[in-house]
């Protein structure tokens, strides 16, 4: 069975950096396009990064050049290196096929102070 595990969250000032780290196990982690979505309190989760199998990263507008995806295949992680981090970028962070093909892990929770 395929599990996602967040870890690298935690309580930053804004202006701030995390780290974020995901690891798959159960699943041949290489052929997938990996993403990383968010949901803060009240709202849908959304889609915040995404990374090819072949390393084509892609950001939306409201965390494009503060946020950086990459991916480690020989070690099934994903990562998210969080730059810049304002109060909206507050909420818990997941990881999961561009698809979402994989049961949700339990993500790792961003909070960010003004």
């Known amino acids: 069975q395929v599990q996602l595990v967040e870890s690298g969250g935690g309580l930053v000032q804004a202006g701030g950096s995390l780290r974020l780290s995901c690891t798959a196990s159960g699943t041949i982690f290489s052929i997938n396009t990996m993403a990383w979505y968010r949901q803060a309190p009240g709202k849908q989760r959304e889609l915040v990064a995404r990374i090819s199998t072949g390393g084509t990263t892609l950001y939306p507008d409201s965390v494009k050049g503060r946020f950086t995806i990459s991916r480690d295949n020989a070690n099934n992680t994903v990562y998210l290196q969080m730059n810049s981090l304002k109060p909206e970028d507050t909420a818990v962070y997941y990881c999961?096929?561009?698809?979402?093909?994989?049961?949700w892990g339990k993500g790792t929770l961003v909070t960010v102070s003004s």
């Open positions: 999961n096929t561009l698809g979402i093909a994989y049961p």
